[in-house]
């Protein structure tokens, strides 16, 4: 019985559209999330107006481009990157100066 109920919920916190972080956001807590593969196929995934677990210097996506993101390890995750174009005509992750 307690592994049906188990297995309900974490049906319903992996459920295209509604990402399980949704209900208590918090990048102490994200760090654990980026390790799950998102209904996209991928790691990383919107929140709000940012990006999470994204991989600081990799490449980014169109969608990403000048949009703010935190990295997908845990001990940087509090560190704010944008993604930028280099001179090279490529978007990378860099880290946000302030």
């Known amino acids: 019985m307690r592994i049906i109920a188990a297995l309900a919920v974490a049906t319903l916190l992996l459920a295209p559209g509604t990402p399980a972080a ?3 956001h918090s990048h102490a807590t994200s760090a654990d999330w980026c390790r799950q593969k ?3 196929g991928r790691y990383y995934y919107q929140h709000k107006n940012h990006w999470d677990c994204i991989s600081p210097g990799a490449f980014c996506a169109k969608s990403q481009y ?5 990295s997908m390890r845990a ?3 509090t560190k704010r990157y944008k993604c930028v174009r280099y001179s090279s005509n490529t978007w990378h992750w860099k880290p946000v100066t302030t």
């Open 22 to 24: 949704a209900a208590s």
């Open 38 to 40: 998102q209904p996209s």
């Open 66 to 70: 000048n949009a703010y993101g935190y």
């Open 75 to 77: 001990a940087a995750h």
